[in-house]
C-alpha cells in the first residue's frame, strides 16, 4: 500500500475553512483530521471520524499545563500520532487536516518531514475571506505565546500551495483584483482560485510543488537578481513590491520614527477596508521582510518580521558565525497599496546612519537611544 497523502487546509475565517475542508474531503474521499469541540480551535484535540484520539490535549491536560500556549505542543504531537493512525488504516484513501487558526502553518507542514512522518503533503490550501483579508492582515491581536495572528495569517498565505478566495461576490471587479493581486504579490507560486470545485477537477492536482522555504514573495524577491523576474501571477497597479537595500546600519531611534510614520501613512484612518483611498503618506504596506542591523546592537543580524500593525526585530546570526554574513546592513522587501517608491525610499534612508555617525565608529554607536525591546543573545536561542 502507497503512503497516504494529506491535504492541509488553513485560514484566519473557521467557518470558511471547515467548509472546504469537508468539500476537499468529500470531493477525494478522504478522512478529515479537525479539532473537537464547537470553536475548532486548538483548545480542542484532534478528531478522526468523530473520536478524539486518547491522551489528546482536550482530555489529557494536566494542572499547570492549561493555559493555551503550553497546548499547542502537545496538540501538534496529539495530530501527529492521529495522522498516523489514519495512514495506518486501509479504509483510509486520503487524510485532511482542518488547521486550526492559531497553529502556524510551518510547525503543520514540519510533522511531515524526516523518515518518521505519516505520509506526503499533497497540497497546503489556504482558504482567504475576500472581504476581510485586509482586515486579518491588520487585525492587532496577539494570542498566548505573544504570537500575532496577523503574522500566522500571512504565513497561510506565503506557505500555500493553492489559495481558495471565497466570499468574493459582494465585491467590486476593482476591489477582487486588488485582493487576487495582493495574495499573488504575498505568493507568487501559489494557485489561486475563486471556485475550490474549478480546483478539485483540474488535473494539475498531480503537479509538484514548489519547494517550501521557496513560496513566499518576499523571500523571492530577495532571490531575484532584477524586479523583472519577480513574476505575480495577477497584477493591480495599485499593488506593489519593492526592494530597499543599503550597506548602513539603521539608527534605532530613527527607525523608530519612519515605522511610526508608515503606520501613520496607511493604516490610521480605522480598520482598513478595501476600495479605500491610499492618500497620503508613502502609501499602505501591508507586509515587510527581510534582514536588518541596528547600528546599537553591532555585529548581529535580525529578521525583520512585519505584517499591518505588527511589528519585530529578532535576532538571527552573529557576525563569524557563517563563512558569509545574511547581509551587510539592510535588505528589506515591502508589499503594498498606494506605495510611493521614491517617498518610501527617502523615509528609509532618514533612518540609517549618516557619513560622520558612520565614521564615529561602533563604540559611539552604542550610545544611541534605542526604544526596541532587548534581545535575547543569538547564541543563547534554542
Known amino acids: 500500500m502507497g503512503q497516504v497523502k494529506t491535504v492541509l487546509v488553513v485560514g484566519a475565517c473557521a467557518p470558511e475553512r471547515h467548509e472546504h475542508a ?47 500556549s503550553r497546548r499547542l505542543p502537545r496538540w501538534l504531537d496529539d495530530l501527529a500520532a492521529t495522522l498516523h493512525v489514519a495512514a495506518g488504516r486501509d ?26 512522518s505519516p505520509g506526503p503533503v499533497a497540497d497546503v490550501v489556504c482558504v482567504v475571506d475576500a472581504a476581510h483579508l485586509l482586515e486579518d492582515l491588520f487585525d492587532g491581536e496577539y494570542l498566548p505565546g505573544f504570537v500575532a495572528r496577523a503574522l500566522l495569517a500571512v504565513r497561510q498565505i506565503e506557505f500555500a500551495t493553492v489559495v481558495a478566495v471565497t466570499n468574493w461576490s459582494g465585491l467590486t471587479g476593482p476591489d477582487v483584483s486588488l485582493v487576487v493581486s495582493l495574495i499573488s504579490h504575498l505568493n507568487p507560486t501559489a494557485h489561486l482560485e475563486l471556485d475550490v470545485q474549478r480546483w478539485l477537477d483540474d488535473d ?34 495599485r499593488v506593489s513590491t519593492l526592494r530597499y537595500d543599503s550597506v548602513r546600519p539603521f539608527h534605532p531611534e530613527r527607525l523608530r520614527v519612519a515605522l511610526d510614520e508608515l503606520e501613520r501613512g496607511g493604516s490610521d484612518r480605522g480598520s482598513p477596508e478595501l476600495g479605500g483611498s491610499e492618500r497620503g503618506g508613502a502609501g499602505r504596506v501591508v507586509r515587510s521582510a527581510g534582514f536588518a542591523r541596528l547600528a546599537t546592537r553591532s555585529g548581529i543580524t535580525a529578521q525583520w518580521e512585519h505584517v499591518g500593525r505588527m511589528f519585530d526585530l529578532l535576532p538571527l546570526e552573529e557576525d563569524g558565525a557563517a563563512e558569509e554574513p545574511l547581509c551587510v546592513g539592510q535588505d528589506l522587501i515591502l508589499t503594498g497599496i498606494g506605495l510611493d ?26 550610545g544611541f537611544h534605542d526604544p526596541f525591546p532587548a534581545w535575547v543573545h543569538v547564541r543563547d536561542r534554542a
Not at 97 to 109: H, N, Q, S, Y
Not at 208 to 217: Q, S, V, Y
Open 22 to 68: 469537508s468539500a476537499i474531503a468529500r470531493a477525494r474521499g478522504a478522512t478529515i483530521v479537525r479539532p473537537e469541540g464547537p470553536g475548532g480551535s486548538v483548545l480542542g484535540g484532534p478528531v478522526l471520524d468523530g473520536s478524539v484520539l486518547r491522551g489528546s490535549a482536550a482530555s489529557a491536560s494536566t494542572p499547570g499545563e492549561a493555559g493555551p
Open 91 to 116: 479504509d483510509v484513501r486520503g487524510i485532511v487536516v482542518d488547521l486550526p487558526a492559531e497553529v502556524p502553518v510551518l510547525d503543520a507542514i514540519g510533522l511531515f518531514d524526516g523518515d518518521g
Open 204 to 237: 494539475r492536482r498531480g503537479a509538484p510543488n514548489t519547494p517550501t522555504g521557496l513560496r513566499p514573495g518576499w523571500i523571492r524577491r530577495l532571490n531575484s537578481d532584477h524586479p523583472s523576474s519577480f513574476a505575480p501571477r495577477i497584477r493591480d497597479e
Open 341 to 366: 517608491e521614491e517617498r518610501l525610499r527617502r523615509l528609509l534612508d532618514a533612518a540609517v546612519l549618516t557619513d560622520d555617525e558612520l565614521l564615529a565608529g561602533p563604540r559611539e554607536w552604542a
